[in-house]
């Protein structure tokens, strides 16, 4: 149960950033900038919500607009095709990375209905500095502490300096890379080309 509350916030806040701007990310550390992020979308999730299809889709559409303020779908999509992003091209990859987040979100919206997330506890470590890219970006690993009906489970937001702004680029769940975890998906498909891929990807939105 906790392991599912876990991939539930986890991927709520990838289709769901916290809504910031640009001056505050630049004044602001990256712990700071995850926190708030984290806060809304509990908010958000634990708000009364019609059990209508209406209703659903009302507070879906509220998280999807937040979407894109503190996580990197980009970085996300690259690092889920691993080798095969290099045989997208430019237009294939823009509309890759926007299906993908949809069939991500999607899959984590229907497994939100039910679930109550007022008793969870979050607690937060210092941030992390790590060694900055070779382009010179800055990156950092936020370590947290999800607390649900007694167990706890640890969770590391990976995060880097873009754009003077600080945003997520993987999530880390007891020992496991989210990324990592697509790109191995993605890696025994080497052989479908980015139009199959694509197309795939289309119908699972569609549905």
Same mark, same amino acid.
């Given at each position: 149960?906790? $392991? $599912?509350? /876990?991939?539930?916030? /986890?991927?709520?806040?990838?289709? *769901? ?14 712990? /700071? @900038? ?19 299809? *209406? ?45 993908? &987040?949809?069939? !991500?979100? +999607? &899959?984590?919206? &229907? ?6 997330? *007022? +008793? ?16 010179? @970006? ?7 502490? @999800? ?19 600080? $945003? !997520?680029?993987? /999530? ?6 989210? !990324? ?7 890696? !025994? ?14 119908? $699972?939105?569609?549905?």
């Amino acid at each position: 149960m906790i $392991k $599912k509350i /876990v991939f539930i916030i /986890v991927m709520v806040m990838i289709c *769901a950033g916290s809504t910031f701007s640009l001056a505050q990310a630049q004044e602001e550390l990256p712990g /700071v @900038v995850l926190k708030r992020c984290i806060d809304d979308v509990i908010l958000i999730l634990n708000e009364p919500v019609e059990t209508t299809d *209406a209703g659903l889709v009302h507070r879906n559409q509220r998280l999807f607009d937040k979407a894109g303020e503190v996580f990197d779908f980009a970085s996300l999509s690259m690092g889920a095709l691993g080798s095969n992003w290099r045989r997208f091209s430019p237009i294939q990859r823009t509309e890759f990375i926007g299906l993908f &987040s949809h069939v !991500v979100a +999607d &899959s984590y919206f &229907s497994r939100m209905e039910g679930h109550d997330f *007022a +008793d969870v506890l979050i607690s937060y470590d210092e941030a992390q500095m790590l060694p900055p890219t070779s382009s010179g @970006v800055r990156r950092a690993d936020i370590p947290t502490l @999800v607390s649900h009906n007694g167990v706890k489970t640890p969770v590391v937001y990976r995060m880097l300096e873009k754009n003077s702004a600080w $945003k !997520v680029y993987d /999530v880390i769940i007891e020992g496991v890379s989210m !990324v990592a975890n697509y790109r191995e998906q993605y890696r !025994v498909r080497f052989m479908d080309t980015p139009e199959s891929m694509i197309a795939e990807l289309k119908k $699972k939105v569609a549905k």
